[in-house]
């Protein structure tokens, strides 16, 4: 029905995010070790990072194609917010539908909702004063952009290769 949502930044980064922790979180899980940790917290640390690094390589390109800049500490804030993701989502979800029915119940839920985006604001607001806090490159060529992922692809089919190879050398 719109072609032109192929070419919308809030397209490409909400279905390049998805494609990120599908295709890019696993070879991200393997090189961190996430997968073969024993320990319940670090395997959820390195995990985690995993997922927030394989977004943010993935989201590079629309990032600086639309916005012309990259926060450099959202790797890290990552870590805070994917975690509380599903408890501002449920909460928003529930609180609204029970305000539907019961407008009391349904607002004390959706405080939760406004409590997590609110943290969500206050350490985006205090990283961004951070030193560093964005990195201003300008709009990169669609020819460095095809580059960058045919780079990207290449990389992550050979990682997968040598790791299946990996697998058979074991067996």
């Known amino acids: ?5 192929l070419t919308d930044a809030g397209f490409l980064l909400s279905f390049g995010a998805i494609l990120g922790i599908i295709l890019l979180g696993p070879v991200f899980e393997e090189m961190t070790g996430s997968a073969g940790t024993k320990s319940r917290i670090l395997k959820s640390i ?3 990072l995993a997922v927030s690094l394989a977004v943010n390589v993935m989201l590079l390109g629309p990032v600086l194609y639309f916005y012309f800049e990259v926060p450099p500490y959202s790797v890290l804030l990552n870590l805070l917010v994917i ?3 599903p408890v501002a989502m449920g909460a928003g ?6 305000a539907v029915v019961w407008e009391l119940p349904g607002s004390v839920v959706l405080k939760l909702c406004k409590a997590v ?3 969500y604001d206050s350490v985006c607001s205090a990283a961004s004063a951070l030193p560093g806090s964005r990195f201003v490159s300008g709009r990169p060529g669609l020819a460095w952009l095809l580059v960058y992922y045919t780079v990207l692809g290449l990389l992550c089919i050979v990682f997968c290769f040598l790791g299946q190879r990996q697998e058979q050398g074991e067996e």
């Open 83 to 85: 975690p509380l993701m």
């Open 1 to 5: 029905r719109q072609p032109l949502y």
């Open 93 to 98: 979800g529930i609180g609204s539908a029970a």
């Open 117 to 119: 985006l609110w943290g």
């Open 46 to 48: 390195l995990g985690s």
